[in-house]
């Protein structure tokens, strides 16, 4: 599978963006899709996670009620509409899609497949 993230760009301080993950090919119900995000000079760290097939989305505790995620299975692509964004959101951000749910969505290594990732760059 291979996944084409885009959306990213320059946003002021309390804008919004979209961030799209387009799939090669079908998705399994069984798969878990998750978006990551990396600043320069820090780790990857999670951002949100949802199943293909499963309704309960997570997040992380900086991103709540600001972001969220979800899919649209017709044409397999997952979203993370991101609201109120601030400066410290800015970073490139991953998609990642897991070919099962282990409950550990928050762990980089879990996830099977990458995008190449988008910059998001939020301006004070």
């Known amino acids: 599978v291979q996944l084409q993230a885009s959306g990213g760009g320059l946003v002021q301080a309390g804008g919004s963006l979209r961030l799209s993950c387009a799939a090669s090919?079908?998705?399994?119900?069984?798969?878990?899709v998750g978006w990551f995000r990396q600043a320069p000079g820090k780790e990857r760290e999670f951002v949100a996670a949802?199943?293909?097939?499963?309704?309960?989305?997570y997040y992380a505790d900086s991103v709540k009620g600001r972001f969220t995620i979800s899919r649209d299975t017709a044409e397999n692509t997952v979203y993370l509409q991101m609201i109120s964004l601030r400066t410290e959101d800015t970073a490139v951000y991953y998609c990642?899609?897991?070919?099962?749910?282990?409950?550990?969505?928050?762990?980089?290594?879990?996830?099977?497949?990458w995008g190449q990732g988008t910059l998001v760059t939020v301006s004070s």
């Open positions: 990642a899609f897991a070919r099962s749910y282990s409950g550990r969505y928050y762990l980089p290594n879990e996830y099977d497949y």
């Open positions: 090919e079908r998705t399994f119900s069984s798969y878990f």
């Open positions: 949802m199943g293909w097939s499963r309704s309960r989305p």
